[in-house]
C-alpha cells in the first residue's frame, strides 16, 4: 500500500519544472529542490530561475552555490597538485621561465580535466554565474536600503525583509531606523543587465547614492567605463550632489586617482579567476549566457588614469556641455570648483570667468529678454571687455547703477588688470580706460548718477570716479559731445557735481587770450567735416586730456554760461545742443538766426504768450543771452548788441500778430526809447511784407493779409504806410476780380508783388472782367494804390486800355468819352508843365493819346462821323510832325464818307434834311475851324515833311502801343490791326502814289476853307 504511493507521488524535478516563477516560495526550494541529489540538475535549476522577491532568490542562490562547491573543490586541487620544478626567490631569468611553465602546465591540466570530467565544468561554470549574481543582490540590497523611504500609500515590505532573513544568526536582529526605500530597478532587471547599463541608468535618472554603492562594490568592473557613465549624469545636476563620484587627480603623480573598490568577498573564487575561464574555453564547454540574461552593453572605456592635463580637458568639456545645454552657470561654476578642489590643473582662469559670468546672470540687473539668453564661455570669451560692461549695465538703474558697477564691473577690471599682469603686460590705466569709455557712451541719467556717486565731498573709497580732473573732462566730453535738446535739468545734475578749484579772480590778458583760444579750437573740433561728421565723446575726451588744471577751470565756468543759456534757449522752443554754443561762439550770423528763431517761435511753446509780462519776460531773457559786453561773455548772442536784440525781439513779436501788445510795450518802460520812429517804421513794414509774401488769398480781411495790413497801424502814419497799405487794397481787390496765374489756378498776392509792371494787371483785369471798362473811377482808384498815385502817364494810359476795352467791347459811347477824359488830362498835364512838350512824361502821355484817339477816330464800325472826326483832330493835334500825312489820309476819308452821308441824306428827307445838314455844316465847319487853327500854327512852326509811305502811321502806333499794357483784340483783331495789314499788302503800291494822295487831302482841305494851310502846292 505504501509503495503504491510513494510510486504515485509527483516527481520533484516535474512539481519544481511546473512552478512558475511567482510560485516559488522558500517551501519550494526546501521540499522541492533541495531534496534532489543530482548536483548539476539542482545548480541548472538555481541559475535557471531569476526572481523579483530577493528572499527566495537568495535561498537559490545559496543553494546552487552549496551544490557547486565541491566540484570547484576538485578542480582547484587538480590544478593545486601541479608543483613547480624549481624553488626560488623568482627574481631571475630563470625563475620566471619555470613560472610561466608551471602556469602553462597548470592550465593544461585543468583543461584536460575539464574534458575528463564535463559535469564538474558545468558545475564550475554555473558557481561563477551564482557567484555573481549573488554578489549583485546584494549590492541590490545595499542599494533598497540607501533609497529613499516609500510614501505611506506605498506596499509595505514584508516581515521576512525587515528581519534581513540571511544575516548571521549568531547576530542579534538588527533594529531598522527607517523602512528601506523603494528599489530604483527591479531585482530581475538588476540581475539579467550589465552592470555598466545599471550604471548608466542610475547616472542617467540621478540616483547617485545606488551609482556609488554600484562603483564602490563593483569597481573592477566600472573602472573602464567610469567617464561613459559620469557623461549620462544629466547637465543640470550640481557637482555638489555627486562631487566623489568625480574624477580627483594626485598633485605628486599628476595622475588620475584611483578609488579603491570594495567588493562583498575579499578573495574572489577559483571558477572567477582567468585561467578557469580560459580553460572552460579551451576544453569545449559551452559557455553561453543563462535564460534571460542580455548581453552586456559597448560603452567607450579607459582602463588608465588619465594625466591631469586630460582630466583638466574632461572638466572643461563637461562644463561646456552644462552651459551649452543648460545655461545654468551654477552648476557649471560648481563643477569648476570642485575640480580645482581636487587638485585639477588649468582651471583658474576658467573658474574666474564662470564666476563672471554667474555675476552678470544672477546678480546683474536683469530684463524681460534675459531670461532667454544662454552664456556659454565661447561667447563670453569673444565679447571685448566694454561689450562685457555694457552687458553687466544693460538694465541698471540710475538708483542702482553706481552700487552695480562696484559689484559687478570692478571685479571685472581687476581680473583683468591681474591677467594682464600675469601675461608680462602691466597695464594699470586698464579699469580706469574701460570705465571712462563706457561713461562716455552711456544715457545722461547714467551719468549723472555715476557723477553723483562720484562728488569730490564722498570719501575716496566710495567714489566711482576718484580723479577729479578727470571728473572734469568726463563732464565736458559727455556734455560737449551730447546732442540731447531738452536733457537740460540732467546735465545741470551732472556740473553741480563737478569740482570746484581755487583760481584767480583777476585774469591776465595771456590767461583771457589762451580761454578764447582754447574755445575757439574747441568750436572748430566740434565743427562736422568730411573726416569726422560728428565728434564723438571719446574724441572730445581726447582735446580735454592734455589740459591742465586752470584750463580746466575756465571751461568750466564757460559750460556754466552755456547750460544757462541753453536753458533759456529750450524755455522758449528753440533749443540747441551744447556744442552750437561752441560754434556758434564767433559767428555774427548763426547767432541772429536764433535770436530770430527765438523771438519768432515764442508761440511754439507749450505756453502761448497771450500778455504782455509774457513778452517781457522773453525780452528780458533775449538781453540776458546778449551778455553784459564784458570780454569774457560766453552767452548764446554774446556777438549781439542790445539795440539788435531789440529789433529782433520787435520783429518776432509783429511776427506772432500781437499787434496790440507791440503798440503797449513801444510805450512800456522795456522798450520806450530804445527804437526811433524810422526803425519801426523800418520793422513793421518789413514784417507787413513777410506776412504779404506768405498769404495765400489776397483778402485783406481775414489771414495772413489781414495781419499784413494791421500790422501798418503799429506805427505812426507815414507816406511809406500809406503806400504799402493801399498796395495791400489794391492786391485786394485785384483778387476779387478772380485772375488767374494759370489756368484754375488763382493769382498769389507774391505773383503781384513780383510783377514789374503792374499796369498789366490793370489789362489783365480788363480781359478777364467784360464790364470792369465801364467802372473808370474803380480802375484808376486801382492804377492809384498799385503805387501809381500822381503818375499822369499811368492814368493816361490806364484810359487807353478802358477805350481800347469799351472798342473791342463796341461800346463806342463810353470809348468816346473815355478818349475825351484822356485828351484832357493830356492838356492839363501840358499846361501844368514848366517844360511844356520837351518833358518825356508829355510825350509818352500825348502818343498814347493821339494813338487812342486814332485808332478810334478811324475805326469803320463807329458809327458817329463827327465824333471820329473830332478823335482824328485831337490825334492831329498830338501826334509828331511826321505822322500828319497818315492821320489827313484818314481824315480825306472820312471827310468823303460824310459828305456821301449827306448827299443821301438830302435827297431823302428834302426841307427836313436841309435844317439838319445846315446844322452838322456848322458844327463841321466850327470844328474844321478848331483844326485848321490848331494845324495851323503848327505847320507856321516847323517845315513839313511828307514821308513816302503812308504805312508809318501804323507803324508808329504799334511802337508806342507796345508799351501800353493792354490786349489790343478782345473779339479778334482790331481795326487798326486789319488797316495794317492792308497797309502791309498794298505798301508798294501806296509808296507809288503817295503824292497823289497828298495833293488830294490838301484839295479837300481846300474845299473847305483850310486850303491856304497846304500853300501853293495843290493844283
Given at each position: ?297 559597448h560603452l567607450p572605456s579607459t582602463c588608465e588614469p588619465l594625466t591631469g592635463s586630460e582630466l583638466s580637458t574632461w572638466y ?576 480825306r476819308a472820312l471827310e468823303e464818307e460824310d459828305v456821301a452821308e449827306r448827299r443821301e441824306a438830302l435827297a431823302a428827307r ?110
Amino acid at each position: 500500500m505504501s509503495t503504491a504511493t510513494t510510486s504515485s507521488a509527483p516527481d520533484p524535478p516535474a512539481q519544481w519544472t511546473a512552478l512558475s516563477d511567482e510560485e516559488i516560495s522558500l517551501d519550494n526550494v526546501e521540499t522541492l529542490l533541495n531534496p534532489i541529489s543530482d548536483d548539476l540538475w539542482v545548480s541548472a535549476a538555481c541559475v535557471d530561475r531569476i526572481l523579483d522577491d530577493a528572499t527566495v532568490q537568495k535561498a537559490l542562490l545559496d543553494l546552487g552555490a552549496e551544490r557547486t562547491s565541491a566540484a570547484a573543490q576538485r578542480a582547484r586541487i587538480t590544478a593545486a597538485r601541479v608543483v613547480s620544478p624549481v624553488s626560488g626567490d623568482g627574481e631571475g631569468e630563470e625563475d620566471q621561465e619555470a613560472g610561466a611553465t608551471s602556469e602553462q602546465t597548470r592550465h593544461a591540466s585543468l583543461v584536460s580535466y575539464f574534458s575528463d570530467e564535463p559535469v564538474d565544468a558545468q558545475l564550475c561554470r554555473i558557481r561563477a554565474v551564482l557567484l555573481e549574481r549573488l554578489d549583485r543582490l546584494n549590492t541590490w540590497v545595499e542599494v533598497c536600503r540607501e533609497a529613499p523611504a516609500e510614501d505611506e500609500s506605498e506596499e509595505t515590505i514584508d516581515a521576512e525583509w525587515e528581519d534581513d532573513p540571511w544575516a548571521d544568526e549568531s547576530a542579534p536582529p538588527a533594529q531598522p531606523a527607517s523602512k528601506p526605500g523603494k528599489a530604483p530597478i527591479p531585482l530581475s532587471d538588476f540581475l539579467t543587465t550589465s552592470l555598466e547599463e545599471t550604471a548608466c541608468l542610475f547616472a542617467s535618472q540621478e540616483y547617485f547614492a545606488a551609482l556609488r554603492i554600484l562603483l564602490q562594490r563593483h569597481g573592477g568592473v566600472l573602472w573602464p567605463v567610469r567617464f561613459a557613465i559620469l557623461d549620462c549624469i544629466p547637465e543640470y545636476a550640481l557637482a555638489s550632489d555627486y562631487r566623489d563620484l568625480l574624477p580627483a587627480c594626485d598633485a605628486s603623480l599628476g595622475l588620475e586617482l584611483r578609488p579603491q573598490p570594495n567588493p562583498w568577498r575579499d578573495e574572489p573564487d577559483f571558477t572567477e579567476s582567468p585561467e578557469y575561464a580560459s580553460a572552460l574555453k579551451e576544453c569545449g564547454v559551452p559557455f553561453a549566457l543563462s535564460p534571460g540574461e542580455r548581453p552586456p552593453v559597448h560603452l567607450p572605456s579607459t582602463c588608465e588614469p588619465l594625466t591631469g592635463s586630460e582630466l583638466s580637458t574632461w572638466y572643461l568639456r563637461r562644463m561646456d556641455r552644462v552651459l551649452s545645454s543648460t545655461g545654468n552657470v551654477d552648476a557649471a561654476l560648481a563643477l569648476i570648483q570642485h575640480a580645482a578642489s581636487q587638485g585639477i590643473p588649468g582651471l583658474d582662469e576658467s573658474g574666474e570667468e564662470l564666476s563672471l559670468i554667474a555675476r552678470l546672470v544672477y546678480d546683474a540687473p536683469q530684463g524681460e529678454e534675459s531670461a532667454a539668453e544662454d552664456w556659454s564661455l565661447e561667447k563670453w570669451r569673444s565679447m571685448e571687455p566694454a561689450d562685457v560692461i555694457r552687458a553687466y549695465l544693460a538694465h541698471s538703474m540710475e538708483e542702482t547703477v553706481a552700487s552695480d558697477i562696484q559689484k559687478l564691473v570692478m571685479p571685472y577690471l581687476f581680473v583683468l588688470e591681474s591677467r594682464a599682469e600675469r601675461a608680462g603686460n602691466p597695464d594699470p590705466s586698464l579699469p580706469t580706460r574701460l570705465l571712462y569709455d563706457y561713461i562716455l557712451s552711456a544715457p545722461l541719467g547714467i551719468v549723472a548718477a555715476i557723477f553723483e556717486a562720484s562728488k569730490p565731498t564722498l570719501p575716496q573709497g566710495q567714489r566711482v570716479i576718484k580723479d577729479d580732473e578727470d571728473m572734469a573732462r568726463l563732464a565736458l566730453a559727455c556734455l560737449y559731445g551730447n546732442e540731447s535738446l531738452d536733457q537740460w535739468p540732467m546735465m545741470s545734475r551732472i556740473f553741480e557735481c563737478l569740482p570746484a578749484w581755487d583760481t584767480p579772480e583777476d585774469e591776465d590778458e595771456d590767461e583771457a587770450d589762451e580761454t578764447d583760444t582754447t574755445i575757439a579750437s574747441l568750436g572748430d573740433f566740434v565743427t562736422p567735416s568730411t573726416s569726422r561728421p560728428r565728434a564723438t565723446p571719446s574724441d572730445l575726451l581726447l582735446f580735454f586730456k592734455p589740459l591742465p588744471m586752470t584750463s580746466l577751470s575756465k571751461a568750466l565756468d564757460v559750460l556754466d554760461v552755456h547750460l544757462e543759456s541753453g536753458e533759456i534757449l529750450a524755455r522758449w522752443s528753440v533749443p540747441a545742443p551744447l556744442r552750437w554754443f561752441l560754434q556758434s561762439n564767433a559767428n555774427n550770423a548763426e547767432q541772429r538766426s536764433r535770436a530770430n528763431r527765438m523771438a519768432r517761435r515764442a508761440n511754439a511753446a507749450d505756453d502761448k504768450l497771450d500778455t504782455q509780462e509774457d513778452w517781457e519776460w522773453l525780452l528780458e531773457d533775449m538781453l540776458k543771452l546778449a551778455g553784459s559786453g564784458e570780454p569774457g561773455s560766453r552767452s548764446a548772442f554774446c556777438l549781439l548788441s542790445r539795440d539788435n536784440i531789440i529789433r529782433i525781439f520787435f520783429s518776432g513779436l509783429l511776427s506772432t500778430g500781437n499787434f496790440d501788445i507791440a503798440k503797449d510795450l513801444l510805450h512800456s518802460p522795456s522798450l520806450q526809447g530804445s527804437l526811433d520812429h524810422q526803425v519801426i517804421e523800418d520793422i513793421c513794414l518789413t514784417c507787413s511784407q513777410e506776412f504779404y509774401d506768405n498769404a495765400t488769398s489776397g483778402n485783406y480781411h481775414f489771414g495772413d493779409m489781414k495781419l499784413a495790413y494791421d500790422c501798418l497801424d503799429v506805427p505812426d502814419p507815414s507816406d511809406r504806410i500809406v503806400q504799402e497799405k493801399e498796395f495791400i487794397e489794391a492786391t485786394s481787390r485785384l483778387c476779387s476780380f478772380n485772375l488767374m496765374s494759370r489756368p484754375g489756378i488763382p493769382i498769389s498776392p507774391i505773383e503781384i508783388r513780383l510783377t514789374k509792371d503792374r499796369l498789366s494787371l490793370v489789362s489783365r483785369v480788363l480781359s478777364s472782367n467784360n464790364d470792369a471798362y465801364k467802372h473808370t473811377e474803380v480802375m484808376l482808384d486801382l492804377v492809384h494804390k498799385l503805387g501809381f498815385r500822381g503818375d499822369i502817364v499811368a492814368e493816361v494810359k490806364t484810359l487807353a486800355m478802358l477805350a481800347e476795352t469799351a472798342l473791342q467791347m463796341d461800346d463806342f459811347t463810353r470809348a468816346y468819352e473815355t478818349s475825351e477824359t484822356m485828351v484832357n488830362t493830356v492838356l492839363l498835364l501840358r499846361s501844368s508843365s514848366s517844360l511844356g512838350s520837351e518833358d518825356p512824361s508829355i510825350q509818352e502821355a500825348s502818343e498814347v493819346c493821339w494813338l487812342t484817339c486814332f485808332q478810334l477816330g478811324r475805326h469803320p464800325e463807329f458809327p458817329d462821323v463827327q465824333k471820329k472826326l473830332v478823335l482824328l483832330g485831337r490825334a492831329l493835334e498830338f501826334c509828331p510832325a511826321e505822322k500828319l500825312p497818315d492821320i489827313l489820309s484818314s481824315w480825306r476819308a472820312l471827310e468823303e464818307e460824310d459828305v456821301a452821308e449827306r448827299r443821301e441824306a438830302l435827297a431823302a428827307r428834302k426841307h427836313g434834311t436841309r435844317r439838319v445838314r445846315a446844322r452838322r455844316e456848322r458844327v463841321s465847319g466850327v470844328d474844321a475851324a478848331a483844326v485848321a487853327s490848331s494845324l495851323a500854327s503848327r505847320l507856321h512852326n516847323m517845315q513839313m515833311h511828307i514821308p513816302a509811305s503812308p504805312n508809318f502811321a501804323n507803324e508808329a502806333f504799334h511802337r508806342v502801343a507796345a508799351n501800353i499794357p493792354f490786349s489790343l483784340g478782345g473779339r479778334g483783331r482790331s481795326y487798326l490791326s486789319e488797316t495794317s495789314d492792308r497797309s502791309r499788302s498794298g505798301s508798294r503800291t501806296r509808296a507809288a502814289d503817295g503824292a497823289h494822295v497828298v495833293s488830294e487831302q490838301a484839295s479837300r482841305v481846300l474845299q473847305k476853307g483850310i486850303g491856304w494851310l497846304l500853300g501853293a502846292d495843290d493844283e
